[in-house]
């Protein structure tokens, strides 16, 4: 049976330094330690979110024109906005890729890092934790970072929306197309809070 005590941390990280540039393998260390705050805020599991954090971007510098063709081996479908951005696709063959290639069997962690690119709706916290590290990890910077760390710490699905609403903004300023598990994302968070409202 998959066990998290039994995974050897040390050679996931030569596996995962083998797969990135020196700039993200220092990004995905800043996710995993993130992530583990995160969950401590939120109740979540501190080891998963570690491990889901730490390999988030386990394929993100796998050959985009390639990306398809290697879902399809793992049996996953891709939508038509999908295939025309095929570098979202990285989350979706990470979370394949981890699962074949470090044994680890975990749906949270599959999840998480199957959805970090788009996010979806109905989102369980460790997918919601993996989404929101990988924008406010110590080494991002941008405009507003710093309200969207604050925020994250205080209400994970505001910051959530805050970060799908740039994410939109950014795609429809540039003439993109909007991934539907993004807007789920959105729609789901907003239905909800409102009726807690
Ligand atoms: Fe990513
Ligand atoms: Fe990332």
Redesign the pocket.
């Known amino acids: 049976m998959f066990c998290l005590e039994n995974l050897d941390i040390e050679n996931i990280k030569t596996e995962l330094r083998k797969n990135l540039s020196e700039k993200r393998y220092a990004h995905s260390l800043g996710v995993a330690d993130e992530a583990v705050k995160l969950a401590e805020r939120y109740g979540a599991d501190t080891e998963k979110a570690y491990v889901a954090g730490l390999l988030?971007?386990y394929m993100?510098e796998f050959p985009p024109e390639k990306m398809v063709e290697e879902l399809k081996r793992y049996g996953v479908s891709v939508n038509e906005v999908a295939k025309s951005a095929p570098k979202t696709l990285?989350?979706a063959l990470g979370a394949c890729a981890v699962r074949e290639r470090f044994k680890i069997d975990d749906d949270e962690i599959y999840d998480a890092i199957f959805f970090?690119?788009t996010g979806k709706a109905n989102m369980n916290i460790l997918t919601k934790i993996i989404y929101i590290a990988?924008y406010i990890e110590p080494n991002r910077s941008f405009d507003g970072v710093e309200r969207l760390r604050k925020l994250a710490y205080e209400d994970i699905d505001k910051a959530i929306v805050l970060g799908i609403d740039e994410t939109i903004l950014d795609l429809v300023e540039r003439g993109l197309a909007v991934e539907p598990n993004t807007i789920n994302a959105r729609n789901y968070i907003l239905l909800n809070s409102q009726r807690n409202n």
Do not use: A
């Open positions: 988030h971007d993100k990285h989350g970090h690119t990988d």
